[in-house]
């Protein structure tokens, strides 16, 4: 008797859950069909996921694929990611042969979906000037590390709010608003580092991280850079790898290291070490900071990176 009414109590409990959870479908499709609806976007990393929240400000919901901390080159998306995408208004990706190629995660991923993916599919580096890989064989490959130069960044977020405009024309005012402001943001730190960058004598600018992800940064800041492997979809940090970077640097003058938060440090500590040369800070390069913590914005990754980049390369 008392097992059978826990048991009802049970499915009571679980009735109620399932009669609620279709209310609420019922709610959602109905504020979807009304003017002023919310977007759902799925932005493939938290650097893209990021500037879609400044563009949108609460017009869109935002899913991102790569967890925070994680490599975007390579991932396998989770069922989650997959029907999310699937059911998606706009799916954001980086392009430039970051998650696109040809048989990189992303381009997988669509295929398993099909062709309607596609259709909302839109690569926020469209527009940008591509720099491409400069190791043996893969000079015909993109870099895709645009974002590390904020005027990508702008381009970016000009290209998110295109299509949130295009999808959601209620909002047009509140996206141009909301975009205005923050390329407005994004421009001033941008002189601000090209000032500091400025003062930093000639001889003393490299800058040295595992991967070769500065290309972008180097060609806007004008400080050239150095690195262990080229991009991460190859070996990181063999032998033959550091020795090369380690013989590179015993001919500088350079007074910092820095390592990337989303790979392994120890390839970086080997240099160090072999060098002498300080690892002087974590930077920000394909995920931006765990939320909360400094750095947990693409604003905040990018300043964050601008200054220890300044401090590192200006030490004496
Ligand atoms: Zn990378």
Not at 83 to 90: V, Y
């Amino acid at each position: 008797m008392k097992v059978k009414s826990i048991l009802r109590l049970a499915l009571v409990a679980v009735l109620g859950v399932f009669l609620t959870a279709c209310s609420q479908t019922k709610k959602d499709s109905k504020s979807q069909s009304t003017p002023g609806k919310t977007v759902s976007v799925v932005a493939t990393d938290t650097i893209i996921g990021d500037i879609a929240n400044n563009v949108a400000k609460g017009h869109a919901k935002v899913h991102v694929i790569v967890p925070t901390g994680q490599d975007p080159h390579e991932y396998d998306p989770l069922p989650d990611d997959v029907s999310k995408t699937a059911k998606a208004d706009l799916v954001f990706y980086n392009g430039l042969n970051l998650e696109n190629a040809k048989n990189a995660w992303f381009t997988k991923m669509q295929n398993n979906i099909g062709d309607s993916v596609k259709k909302k599919s839109f690569a926020v580096s469209d527009g940008v000037e591509a720099i491409h890989l400069e190791g043996k064989g893969k000079t015909n490959k993109q870099d895709p590390h645009a974002w590390l130069d904020l005027s990508n960044g702008i381009i970016y977020a000009k290209n998110i709010a295109k299509q949130l405009e295009r999808v959601d024309p209620t909002h047009k005012a509140a996206y141009q608003n909301n975009l205005k402001k923050y390329v407005a943001k994004l421009q001033r730190l941008d002189s601000q580092a090209k000032s500091k960058f400025n003062k930093i004598p000639n001889n003393q600018k490299l800058i040295v991280t595992s991967e070769g992800c500065f290309k972008y940064f180097s060609k806007a800041y004008n400080i050239p850079s150095a690195y262990i492997w080229e991009i991460n979809t190859e070996v990181e940090g063999s032998p033959d790898q550091i020795s090369t970077l380690v013989h590179r640097l015993k001919k500088t003058k350079v007074k910092s290291l820095f390592v990337e938060s989303s790979v392994s440090q120890k390839p970086m500590k080997t240099v160090a070490r072999d060098t002498g040369i300080p690892i002087h800070s974590t930077l920000f390069t394909d995920s931006i900071a765990k939320k909360g913590e400094t750095g947990d914005s693409y604003y905040g990754m990018m300043k964050w990176n601008l200054e220890k980049i300044a401090e590192g390369l200006s030490a004496s």
